[in-house]
């Protein structure tokens, strides 16, 4: 059980180590730790891709059989993300909504947790597909998790037909937040 120190002295302690921690924060905050200058960050060079790299239509048709495992019961809107590691591995995802929306996960969020959940760190491409005509980008959450751990991969959007747009991440989210900010 923990015991609060209530008198002015604790107070002040504790004011003191906030402010030590926020002091401590600005000076890291532009230091050499800046995640854009790890490996993964950095488009990976596609000679250096293992040869077992999936072609488009590769990503695109896995892409679309996880669209088919979609839970979409509310909005009926199915969407498919197959998210390609620089050693060829491709880890797919499907929207799964709720009833309040808000809790909803994407696809691309999808993909990208599961991924980082098995170990995979340097991703190439992402590839999202829903059945529309227009294509369909991932929208902000997607582009910022996608940023903040893929950096400026290629994304290949689709329906279940065509290719309909291919484009880097930084055409998407071109001014991004991110830890050389805090």
């Given at each position: 059980?923990?015991?609060?120190?209530h008198?002015?002295?604790?107070v002040?302690?504790?004011?003191?180590?906030?402010?030590s921690?926020?002091?401590?924060?600005?000076?890291?905050?532009?230091?050499?730790?800046?995640?854009?200058?790890?490996?993964?960050?950095e488009?990976?060079?596609?000679e250096?891709?293992?040869?077992?790299a999936?072609?488009?239509?590769?990503?695109?048709a896995?892409?679309?059989?996880?669209?088919?495992?979609?839970?979409?019961r509310?909005?009926?809107?199915?969407?498919?993300?197959?998210?390609?590691t620089?050693?060829g591995?491709?880890i797919?995802?499907?929207n799964?909504?709720?009833?309040?929306?808000?809790?909803?996960?994407?696809?691309?969020?999808?993909?990208?947790?599961k991924?980082?959940?098995?170990?995979?760190?340097?991703?190439?491409?992402?590839?999202v597909?829903?059945?529309t005509?227009d294509?369909t980008?991932?929208?902000g959450?997607?582009?910022?998790?996608?940023?903040?751990?893929c950096?400026?991969?290629?994304?290949v959007?689709?329906?279940l037909?065509?290719?309909?747009r291919?484009?880097?991440?930084?055409?998407?989210?071109?001014l991004?937040?991110d830890?050389?900010?805090?």
């Amino acid at each position: 059980m923990a015991v609060f120190d209530h008198s002015r002295g604790g107070v002040e302690r504790r004011r003191q180590s906030r402010r030590s921690g926020k002091d401590r924060r600005i000076a890291e905050r532009r230091s050499e730790h800046d995640r854009r200058a790890e490996p993964g960050w950095e488009p990976v060079k596609m000679e250096n891709i293992a040869a077992v790299a999936y072609d488009e239509a590769g990503l695109v048709a896995a892409a679309i059989d996880a669209r088919t495992h979609a839970r979409a019961r509310f909005s009926s809107f199915q969407v498919g993300a197959a998210l390609e590691t620089s050693t060829g591995d491709v880890i797919t995802g499907c929207n799964v909504e709720n009833a309040t929306y808000g809790l909803t996960m994407c696809a691309e969020r999808v993909a990208l947790f599961k991924a980082l959940s098995e170990g995979h760190d340097v991703f190439t491409r992402v590839v999202v597909v829903a059945d529309t005509d227009d294509p369909t980008p991932p929208c902000g959450s997607c582009r910022q998790l996608l940023w903040e751990y893929c950096g400026d991969i290629d994304v290949v959007l689709a329906n279940l037909s065509d290719v309909k747009r291919r484009m880097r991440l930084s055409q998407l989210l071109p001014l991004p937040f991110d830890a050389r900010l805090l």
